[in-house]
């Protein structure tokens, strides 16, 4: 059995092999190459199965790829590193403009988006004769509607928007995890006949989840800034930037409070009040540079594996139409979360030409989506809702994130 070591090296390995074929051949933007290239090698491989099964290669790999937990790989192991790492370049002043567009979306969008879809997903699986029972119905709603901080920051990076919109998605992906954990763990706890949903309970599950995330993250943050004020020492200030990550969200999750919120609030605070008074440039040059590398080596590393999983997961074809009639569903719950919020503020916040609709194309679903499937009970309909899941994220980065530039070359 391979050790742990074993597994990231081969991990290492494939990323900086596919990444390099990606770079000098195929030139695709970076994770996006990746993630295409793993489904391609992993569908090579399924193929080689079905032909050859006598071939030992991919029982190996797929033996390999079951020791990875990729639940906990993605929510308790790189997911607080990329949102510290994103939140440090979100500008606080800008934020604040738009905290009502924001605000709004994050928590109002992921609801609307979750009863779209859920209702949707419900109805049409009934017509496909593979009827989805409505409580794990909005289960899927409520995992696949909050857009995904990775995958849009990622985005972000090819691809040039005004600022004001730039704001927009990067906040919104950045804090509607909150409120989607809240909402897919009530709605869980329904489906699987183990919760209470009344208003008082919700209230208090987000109160403590979001609202204690956020006041958490101000306040580590705020301790390692002013320890970083008080001295000019960049392997030092770097080590602390680490140390506030990990003990972050390693104490929100013993407070049972929102881990991505409280490292996103750590990390706007360090990133705005750090390089004005608490860093020297040198200090600048190397904590930010430092989280840039993090940044995108754990990406690479994460598309590679959103690419490969699909070799574990081994979807029934009968599960086709369900993951394709899943991906228009999920599209129009994104309209119509993005574009009731944006019409109610419309008299109060400015927001730019074509805003509407490169929210909505530009709402891409990743690694915290396939985590939070993988998370759910051993029931009747999870390998459905998993491979509906899959579909969604699949075309979302790599239909959507290839053609993003063009939608907002033609709506803005």
Do not use: C
């Not at 009934?126 to 899927?140: E, M, S």
């Amino acid at each position: 059995m391979p050790s742990a070591f074993d597994l990231i090296a081969v991990l290492l390995v494939l990323t900086a092999v596919f990444g390099w074929l990606n770079h000098v051949i195929i030139r695709l933007p970076h994770t996006i190459g990746l993630l295409v290239m793993a489904l391609g090698a992993s569908l090579v491989l399924i193929g080689i199965e079905v032909a050859l099964p006598d071939v030992a290669l991919y029982e190996s790999l797929t033996a390999m790829l079951r020791q990875i937990d990729f639940r906990e790989t993605v929510l308790n192991g790189m997911l607080a590193f990329l949102l510290f790492a994103g939140a440090l370049h979100v500008d606080l002043g800008i934020l604040r403009k738009r905290a009502w567009s924001v605000g709004l979306i994050a928590t109002l969008g992921v609801v609307i988006s979750t009863a779209v879809v859920g209702v949707g997903l419900w109805g049409l699986s009934g017509l496909l004769g593979a009827t989805i029972p409505l409580p794990w119905a909005l289960v899927f709603g409520a995992l696949i509607s909050p857009t995904d901080p990775v995958a849009v920051l990622s985005m972000l990076k090819t691809v040039d928007v005004p600022k004001a919109l730039e704001v927009d998605m990067a906040g919104e992906s950045l804090f509607n995890d909150g409120v989607g954990v809240v909402v897919f763990t009530v709605l869980l706890a329904l489906a699987s006949g183990s919760g209470e949903a009344s208003t008082a309970h919700v209230a208090k599950l987000f109160f403590v989840e979001a609202l204690g995330g956020a006041a958490l993250g101000w306040g580590t943050g705020y301790l390692a800034y002013r320890a970083m004020r008080r001295i000019d020492d960049y392997p030092m200030e770097t080590l602390i930037s680490l140390a506030l990550v990990t003990g972050t969200y390693a104490l929100a999750a013993k407070l049972h409070m929102s881990g991505p919120i409280a490292v996103v609030v750590a990390g706007i605070l360090v990133g705005n009040r750090g390089p004005v008074d608490a860093m020297s440039d040198l200090t600048q040059r190397y904590v930010f540079g430092f989280w840039t590398l993090v940044d995108e080596i754990l990406n690479s590393v994460l598309f590679l594996l959103i690419g490969l999983e699909v070799l574990v997961l081994r979807f029934d074809p009968s599960f086709a139409g369900l993951a394709a009639v899943s991906i228009p569903l999920v599209l129009l719950g994104r309209f119509l979360a993005v574009a009731g919020p944006v019409l109610m503020l419309r008299a109060r916040q400015e927001f730019v030409r074509g805003t509407i609709p490169v929210l909505t194309w530009g709402g891409l679903r990743g690694g915290i989506s396939i985590a939070l499937a993988l998370s759910l009970p051993e029931v009747a309909e999870k390998p459905s809702l998993l491979a509906a899941t899959y579909a969604v994220v699949v075309f979302t980065i790599v239909v959507q994130g290839l053609s993003l530039r063009a939608v907002v070359g033609r709506t803005i």
